[in-house]
């Protein structure tokens, strides 16, 4: 769906529009639903890129460094470069990609499990054989995989299997237009939702969908609330409370950040699996004997 977006956007903004209601058909929407996916895709397609191509992967890697290491590599060696970089470490045997390893992984396989570091190799941690794409991916096409997959992270080889190095979801977000790109689609997209909620309440009564739809319109723009994201419960932690039972905790619930409370019982900082690796493995400190208030990201 999105490449046919995309050549369609190629062409002009006109024949994007006309994509957008084709891809539409095809997946049975009408009415609100193929209204929604004008109101989204249109103007993600218009709007972020101008009338131009789509930006691709090649372009946001050019001259960035690839976070690529050996097999055999230790976990220390390992965490230093991906601190360095603030990229997962790709694991290359042969020229070839064999493995991953994220933040997230340092946290819960390594620094929970009390492994030590020097002595650990990363292809005995790593996830293998991920999944890669090529570096003539489009950044919409990356951002599809990474939703349906579930991915953070997304290796880039080209055909012959030559690494070219990794994107992650911000990578991804900022060649999609950056925070202002994405700003405006939400905004366009859940005020569509509003008004498809006021036709579905007010029926089939032209007259009347109109006139609220006029009043609506003259009302002044709200901002959003947070609770629109559906938050999930937040893992808590103390100040006091070490790297290593925090990791730990946040191996058994999945998690990859956990909210720090001070001694007055308020939030005092915030600390995730990427502080993790940064904070901790790059400093050489002990998980063990850190405590939170030293490393966590405060206010």
């Known amino acids: 769906a999105i490449s046919r977006l995309e050549k369609a956007q190629e062409k002009g903004n006109d024949a994007a529009a006309g994509a957008v209601q ?7 929407a009408g ?3 193929a209204a929604a996916l004008q109101a989204l895709l249109g103007s993600l397609m218009s709007k972020l890129f101008g009338g131009q191509a789509t930006p691709k992967l090649r372009g946001l ?13 230790n976990l220390r060696e390992a965490g230093l470069l991906m601190a360095e970089e603030r990229k997962a470490a790709l694991v290359v045997e042969d020229g070839r990609l064999v493995g991953i390893f994220g933040f997230k992984d340092m946290m819960t396989r390594a620094v929970a499990k009390g492994l030590p570091l020097e002595h650990t190799e990363i292809k005995s941690v790593m996830t293998p054989n991920p999944e890669s794409v090529t570096p003539d991916t489009t950044v919409l096409e990356a951002l599809q995989n990474m939703h349906d ?10 055909s012959n299997g030559t690494v070219v190095g990794v994107v992650d979801v911000m990578d991804v977000i900022q060649g999609c237009g950056g925070a202002d790109g994405w700003r405006s689609i939400f905004s366009n997209s859940m005020e569509h939702d509003d008004a498809s909620a006021d036709d579905v309440s007010i029926g089939s009564g032209g007259s009347a969908s109109k006139a609220s739809r006029s009043v ?14 559906r938050p999930k419960k937040p893992l808590i932690s ?16 999945r998690g990859d950040a956990s909210l720090v409370i001070g001694a007055n019982g308020g939030l005092a900082g915030i600390i995730t699996d990427k502080d993790v690796t940064r904070k901790v493995v790059a400093k050489y400190l002990d998980p063990q004997n850190t405590d ?8």
Do not use: H
């Open 22 to 28: 084709q891809v539409a058909n095809l997946q049975g």
């Open 31 to 33: 009415g609100a639903q």
């Open 61 to 73: 890697l050019a001259g960035k460094r690839a976070t690529i290491v050996g097999p055999s590599t």
């Open 149 to 158: 997959n579930k991915f953070l992270t997304l290796p880039v080889c080209e």
């Open 216 to 229: 609506r319109s003259a009302q002044p723009k709200k901002d959003r609330d947070v609770s629109k994201l």
């Open 238 to 253: 103390n100040t006091s409370d070490s790297v290593l039972s925090v990791s730990q905790l946040l191996a058994n619930k």
């Open 292 to 299: 939170l208030a030293s490393v966590m990201t405060p206010n």
